[in-house]
């Protein structure tokens, strides 16, 4: 993939994230009703925080469309032109040659070349690449014109679910960095029952317990969605 082999650059302007995932929360929370979570049980989750799980994603609009929109680009992929803004066939063709080249390979493996390969790609803010404030990119959209922290974090998804993983096992993860204090979108593979870090700003793939500067707020795969909680 010619543009995917690109080093990731950093976003020149962090702060225009400021509040982004706190105001899609709330705008979740507020679409579900303050009773959704009444009668389910909190369990322990990651980043020393407890979760509550509902299989009620109608809210997630940005979520469901982008998955959506990428089960109409596996279809037309092959239709697609070089270098297109759309969908661009050289880069998705260039994706799926690279996901074929991990099958069979172990678990660690393929977790770490998909990180690698997704975080090579630059770093675009949404009023820039799309005139939104915010927007989740399907992988099609990110193979064409990169994208920010949830659109790494869905290519991501994406190409494990392609590789076998089991939903279940992952999750888009919505956070706020308390060092930068602005919002972040993260993916969470558990692996052997541990969760485990893919980041486009941190190059290694790296256990949850060791990162220390995200508090989550939200977390979703093609299953349910889970509203994380503090722990005092």
Known sequence: MTNMILPASEPKNPIALRGVVMGLFL???LTLGSNAYASVATKPSFFNST?????????LKKW?????????????????ICGDQKLNACNFDKWMTFLKGLKGKDRVSQIRAVNDYMNRAPYIVDPINWGRKDYWASPGEFMAKF????????????????LGYDE???RVVAVKDLNLKIGHAILIVFYKG??????NQIKQVVPARKVKHYLPIFSINEK????HTPNS
Do not use: F, H
Request: aromatic content about 10%; hydrophobic content about 40%; overall charge positive.
């Open 147 to 162: 994208g920010d922290c949830e659109d790494y974090a869905i290519a991501k998804y994406i190409s494990l679910r392609l």
């Open 51 to 59: 979760e509550q799980v509902s299989t009620k994603l109608t809210a």
């Open 64 to 80: 469901n469309g982008a998955l959506a929109r990428y089960s109409q680009e596996r279809s037309q992929a092959k239709q697609g």
């Open 224 to 227: 349910a969605w889970w509203k």
């Open 27 to 29: 705008c979740i929370a």
């Open 194 to 199: 541990k969760p485990y870090v893919l980041d």
């Open 168 to 170: 279940m096992s992952l």
